[in-house]
């Protein structure tokens, strides 16, 4: 009997990682294209001003906005879209500040909306215990 040795092939023992690397693209872009697509809030054409910006935190910080009709909105407890009273501004920002007296504290202000709007919503969260309060600009 006449054997035909047979040759052995070896093991490949790589793995294809071009599929993955495929996947990975794809998940890329579609985070790069929808990441702004989430920004939410309201609407308001911010003042131009040449200023640092706020050191970083871990926090989220609360943001109120007053629009071009002098309407509340906070951003934090709520739908962010709706407008609120001052006394719901103020019972919010008090429950916030008493559970986290330290959280930074932003007002956005419509660069057509009247000054004095801008001012008494200040007013108001220092009256709730606000010790500092920042102005977002552009």
Do not use: C, H, W
Request: net charge negative; hydrophobic share 45%; aromatic share 4%.
């Amino acid at each position: 009997m006449i054997r035909k040795e047979r040759k052995k092939r070896k093991l490949n023992s790589d793995i294809n990682v071009v599929p993955y690397i495929d996947v990975t693209l794809v998940l890329l872009v579609i985070f790069m294209v929808t990441a702004p697509m989430l920004t939410q809030g309201v609407n308001v054409e911010l003042p131009q001003a040449a200023a640092e910006p706020v050191d970083d935190q871990n926090e989220e910080p609360v943001i109120l906005t007053v629009d071009a009709e002098g309407a509340y909105y906070i951003n934090v407890g709520g739908d962010e879209k709706a407008p609120l009273s001052r006394d719901e501004v103020a019972d919010r920002v008090g429950k916030i500040l008493a559970s986290a007296p330290e959280k930074l504290l932003l007002v956005r202000g419509d660069k057509s909306v009247n000054y004095d709007q801008v001012v008494q919503l200040m007013v108001l969260l220092q009256q709730v215990g606000a010790t500092s309060v920042g102005l977002v600009t552009e």
